[in-house]
Nanobody, 125 residues
Framework: QVQLVESGGGLVQAGGSLRLSCAAS????????MAWFRQAPGKEREFVAA????????YAADSMKGRFTISRNNANNTFYLQMNSLKPEDTAVYSC??????????????????WGQGTQVTVSS
């Protein structure tokens, strides 16, 4: 079993930055991919970024490339989402997730079998 706990959300003005953390406990040896998704009110869950546990390859949604960066610290089983140049449309609940099977694509939320509870990010204009 894997438990994921997000932190770092909050209220920020447009143009500001936030760093989200996802701390994991439990069976981490089977991890393949870690990711961040977000869901705004009335919208579907959206892929944000992902990183491979082994090798560290990263992937990001086109609309977030250059602004959002995913990283990991394998030593403490934590991964992060650095968000810069935030916009009001980035307002959403951000959730971290882990997949324990390899899939070439990282954007499908159904491939992730462990999820955190989510953290609210609100960007004011």
């Amino acid at each position: 079993q894997v438990q994921l706990v997000e932190s770092g959300g909050g209220l920020v003005q447009a143009g500001g930055s936030l760093r989200l953390s996802c701390a994991a406990s439990g069976r981490t040896f089977s991890w393949v991919t870690m990711a961040w998704f977000r869901q705004a009110p009335g919208k579907e869950r959206e892929f944000v970024a992902a990183i491979r546990w082994t090798g560290g390859s990263t992937y990001a949604a086109d609309s977030m490339k250059g602004r959002f960066t995913i990283s990991r610290n394998n030593a403490n089983n934590t991964f992060y989402l650095q968000m810069n140049s935030l916009k009001p449309e980035d307002t959403a609940v951000y959730s971290c997730a882990v997949a324990t099977r390899y899939y070439r694509s990282t954007v499908d939320s159904s491939q992730y079998n462990y999820w955190g509870q989510g953290t609210q990010v609100t960007v004011s204009s």
